[in-house]
């Protein structure tokens, strides 16, 4: 029975996917979770674990801080630097972000709040508050506050589909006396665990006023504490590459992507479980 209520539930996820385009854009890291685990996937986020889908923090196994630092292209000014929480308990699982975009001239930064939970053993939801602002010099400091929406369902051992949503309700980013739409974005993936130490997961991601993008994304892992990460992006077309380590308490992630016309993305991450 749970078999065909998940199916049922695609062609919406779909629909809802589809219904975010034509919308103007706004900001540069407003709508963006770093990971460095699911950047060197090919940025796929929506059934792997991580913060930008907010259901899918019932994945993280446990309570942990993460640290991840990402810089565009070898300019300092294009970094982004977050610090992420999650904490588990047996009534409502919590967790929290934290992000800055940017330098002194121009800056975006963000502080979340998510709320998720694991309903049964195939559904899990989430709910995520996000209050976003921005500097500019020489102009009107911006504010926002945004609610995002996700969605996990696992419907068989080592398969997830994942669903999350941006901004659906397209909340407005005060300026001065003016009022502008946010972007909104959506992503649906998938994810499989193989038993032979390979995990892949694909998805469509697409962002309001920008053509759809599809993410591709491999996990191998030779050791117990090594994993090897491969994907890529199109719209347009991205590699990226990665790997991460395990060491006691500690793990480590490591990113590389770009083009060659802009240059490279690095990410790196840094979580402590406890």
């Keep these: 029975m749970h078999t065909v209520r998940n199916a049922t539930l695609l062609p919406l996820l779909l629909c809802l996917l589809l219904a975010f385009a034509g919308q103007r854009a706004y900001g540069g890291d407003l709508l963006r979770f770093i990971s460095a685990r699911n950047a060197a996937m090919g940025h796929c986020s929506a059934a792997m674990p991580g ?19 990402e810089n565009r292209y070898c300019i300092k000014a294009l970094s982004t ?6 904490f588990p308990n047996r009534y409502l699982d919590a967790g929290f972000h934290i992000s800055r975009y940017g330098m002194t001239a121009y800056n975006e930064n963000r502080l979340s709040a998510n709320v998720y939970k694991r309903l049964n053993e195939y559904i899990s939801l989430g709910i995520r508050v996000n209050y976003s602002f921005v500097q500019m010099a020489e102009a009107d400091n911006i504010h926002a506050v945004t609610a995002d929406a996700g969605l996990l369902l ?11 949503f941006l ?24 994810a499989y665990e193989f038993p032979f130490s390979f995990t892949a997961s694909c998805e469509v991601y697409k962002q309001s006023d920008c053509k759809p ?23 347009p077309f991205v590699p990226t590459a990665g790997i991460g380590l395990k060491l006691g308490h500690f793990d480590i992630d490591l990113a ?15 979580a402590f479980r406890f």
Excluded: H, W
């Design 51 to 69: 913060y930008a889908n907010p259901a899918a923090a019932v994945l993280m196994q446990g309570r942990l801080i993460a640290f991840d630092y």
């Design 81 to 86: 630097y977050s610090l992420s929480g999650y």
């Design 154 to 164: 696992q419907p068989a051992d080592g398969f997830r589909i994942g669903a999350f």
């Design 167 to 190: 901004n659906p309700i397209r909340s407005g980013i005060v300026k001065g006396d003016k009022t502008e739409k946010l972007p909104q974005a959506a992503a649906l993936g998938l």
């Design 213 to 235: 993008q599809c993410r591709f994304g491999l996990e191998y892992k030779p050791l117990e504490e090594l994993s090897i990460r491969a994907g890529f992006s199109s719209a």
């Design 256 to 270: 590389v992507s770009g083009q060659a016309s802009l240059g490279l993305i690095s990410t790196c991450g840094l």
